[in-house]
């Protein structure tokens, strides 16, 4: 194991890296493109491919038989999938954590439930039935097919600190997660992100060439003499902003809820050093405010409409990719 400050060093150079790659601004779509595509599928993945996105963004989490999976729930959501006779599935489905992959991939993700608030929140996503939960290995393939040697992968840790028995321990589910991006062979264009920061302390410690992003929400940060059980041990009271916090616990990308974004924390983040990345903005108005913040990039789920607010302010753009067939 390297030295400690041999790792700070080969870490903020992965994050240096991260950031100057994703070229100009850093365009993610997240879960893929979850306003037009069946989230954290193939099909999300290859339109966001389509369209031109720096990063794909992504949500993981760990099968019984050790199978790193893209998923946002921690058990099977309702919202969104089927069972193996095809009917909707009545309540919250078994944890991936307590199926094989094999038992995981009878499920269909392809659709989101009709009739649904959920369905009312995205009315453009256009449904591809049958759809499974991929791994991830199965969305690095994809982009080989689509040609793609730059995008790059901000993989979510999906674990609750307050639901310990719903997922791996933190250190074994980042573990997992770096074994699988190292096998891949693209541990040089992830990102690993958490609100759950224990984890990113396994990966700065075990894996630096991996760089982390600090994922933040009010809820998740706290407040008062207790430290939150999402921050590592860190206590808001100790620090004079958020930023200050992700900075203290050795980050280098903050990705905050957008709607908490000010102007005096994107300042006061960059001149900490931290890049500012605020998840996820989809109403153009929002997006043209963060723009005017002079955020480093946007995770959303209309990566189309980012690239258009872009286009019109003469913003380099990333390549689109189509997936060959
Ligand atoms: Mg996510």
Redesign the pocket.
Known sequence: MPSARLRRSIQLAAAALAMSEAAAFDLQG??GARGLAPENTLPAFARALAIGVTTL???CGVTRDGALVVS?DRRLNPDITRGPGGAWLDGPGPMIHALDYAELARYDVGRIRPGSEYAKRFPDQTPVDGTRIPRLADVFALVARARNATVRFNI?TKIDPTRPEETLAPDEFARALVREVRAGGMARRTTI?SFDWRTLRVVQAEAPEIATVYLSAADTIGSGDRASPWTAGLRPRDYASVPAMVKAAGGAIWSPAHAEVTPALVLEAHRLGLAVIP?TANAPAELERLLDLGVDGIITDYPDRLRAALAARRRALPTPTPVER
């Open positions: 997240h879960r963004e992504l949500d946002h979510e992100q998840w």
